[in-house]
């Protein structure tokens, strides 16, 4: 397990909250823990907002949970995943250090609005940062199986950047990156919450990656069709301007080190949709002029040439990049505001910065090993040029090798289909839940319409054999 200290550094260098960071080193774990497992590995499909944060762009906003997509429905039961999860939370705990539980983990099975089975599930931790007394911080599972994959599911490597990444680095089978993105825009249009918005616009900025117009409305339209809803549209959002705006902060300020202003986001939506729809071609912008022999640096991971002391400042710039934040620049002992732009190595091996000075409008360069420091700022730029200097370059259809072998988690036979299932009502929201024991104790929870009930005693309804 890794020391406080690196938590503490890194959560510094990102202006977040050491827990929020922990979360995320925890999350690493989970994952290699899952891809380990020889009955999870090609049967869940991670998705959603860590997926693309863990799989696609490591600059991204921190997340919380683990949603996957389960092609075997059959595993939506407690007496598989209590076993199971007993079995991957040991493992992890060997492999990484943490403090796993394996008594406290719960599964809640129920009906979702859709009249299907799915299951939320919190894996209790603790680790550098989380105190040894009081209550244990949680990993969250959503679990469903009533998704249709229109595209095959690819297998990614996940960034853990942290110092026990294990050698042959963490896999997880998860969404190709076209259904991730069909998949938010979905998101957007049937329940526009603020960090779907954050997501849809995000994706649509990364130019290296944005996938065909077409292509992507296809599966959108896919995906809308087997829910039976109607496709998002620029109109239909319409109404939920002002339900965005009072829940833009409480719902991503703590995922950020800056929060961008909603109305920045709200008003890339025409644009994005007339894209999607009728195939409106992009302005393309120009590359910022840069010297001769020059040569872009887009990869996911930072080159190992890049100073230790500057990587944290580059990774301040990566991020408001992305969002396009202006970024104060400590430089020579002076703060400059700029727009960031690209990342490039020069013959002689030094690593510069290509950015605009906001005040002046002016072209600077910045020698990557003298920035004393970066802070993003809550001021949007409007790019003059390609950002290039990404958390990414272009995508690859799938790993230029195989994912390397990592060792399996031992499972133990067992049949998971026998027994009767319990059905318990909440009494306050009225959600049905599925249990393997005769226990009406219920969590917290979210209710059919996605809000938190406080979880209370539920009333038996029937027992399904």
């Not at 020059?294 to 969002?323: D, Y």
């Not at 510069?352 to 005040?359: C, K, M, P, Q, Y």
Request: some cysteine; proline content about 8%.
């Amino acid at each position: 397990m890794i020391d406080l200290r690196d938590i503490l550094e890194t959560a510094s260098s990102f202006s977040l909250l050491p827990n929020v960071v922990e979360k995320d080193y925890v999350l690493g774990w989970i994952l290699a823990g899952i891809n380990a497992h020889e009955e999870l590995a090609e049967n869940w499909v991670f998705k959603g907002g860590t997926c693309l944060k863990k799989c696609y762009f490591e600059t991204y906003r921190f997340s919380e949970d683990l949603d996957f997509t389960l092609l075997d429905g059959s595993h939506l039961h407690e007496d598989f995943l209590i076993p199971v999860f007993e079995e991957v939370v040991s493992w992890v705990a060997e492999q990484s250090g943490l403090t796993l539980p394996a008594e406290q983990v719960e599964f809640d099975i129920y009906e979702n609005p859709r009249g299907h089975i799915s299951c939320q599930g919190k894996i209790p931790y603790r680790g550098p940062v989380s105190p040894t007394s009081g209550g244990w911080p949680k990993i969250k599972l959503d679990l469903t199986a009533d998704e249709r994959l229109v595209l095959p599911a690819m297998r990614r490597e996940v960034f853990h950047p942290y110092t026990d990444r294990p050698e042959e680095g963490i896999w997880s089978n998860c969404y190709a990156y076209e259904e991730a993105f069909a998949e938010k825009l979905r998101a957007l249009g049937e329940r526009t919450r603020p960090r779907d918005l954050y997501d849809v616009v995000n994706l649509y900025r990364h130019t290296d990656s944005r996938p065909a117009a077409s292509v992507l409305l296809d599966v959108l339209q896919q995906k809308c069709d087997f829910k039976s809803i109607p496709v998002p549209t620029l109109e239909s959002l319409l109404p939920h301007r002002m339900d965005l705006e009072a829940m833009w902060s409480d719902m991503l300020a703590h995922q950020l080190p800056v929060l961008p202003p909603l109305s920045d986001f709200w008003g890339a939506l025409p644009e994005i949709f007339a894209w999607i729809t009728s195939g409106t071609k992009i302005p393309t912008r120009p590359f910022i002029q840069y010297g001769a022999g020059e040569s872009p640096v887009r990869t996911r991971v930072l080159p190992m040439g890049i100073p230790i002391r500057s990587r944290s400042t580059l990774e301040i710039i990566r991020f408001a990049a992305a969002n396009q934040l202006c970024v104060d620049l400590t430089y020579d002992g002076r703060v400059r505001r700029i727009e960031p732009y690209s990342l490039r190595q020069t013959t002689e091996g030094n690593y510069v910065l290509h950015a605009i000075r906001s005040d002046s409008g002016e072209h600077r360069l910045y020698r990557v090993d003298k920035m004393q420091g970066a802070t993003v700022t809550s001021q949007v730029f409007t790019p003059r040029y390609a950002v290039e200097i990404t958390s990414t370059g272009p995508l690859a259809v799938a790993p230029s090798t195989p994912a390397p072998r990592v060792p399996r988690v031992r499972t133990a036979s067992r049949s998971h289909r026998s027994g009767p299932t319990y059905v318990y009502r909440c009494s306050v929201c009225r959600k049905l839940f599925y249990k393997k024991r005769m226990e009406s104790r219920l969590n917290r929870h979210k209710n059919p319409g996605g809000y938190q009930c406080p979880g209370r005693t539920g009333v038996y309804v029937r027992t399904n054999y």
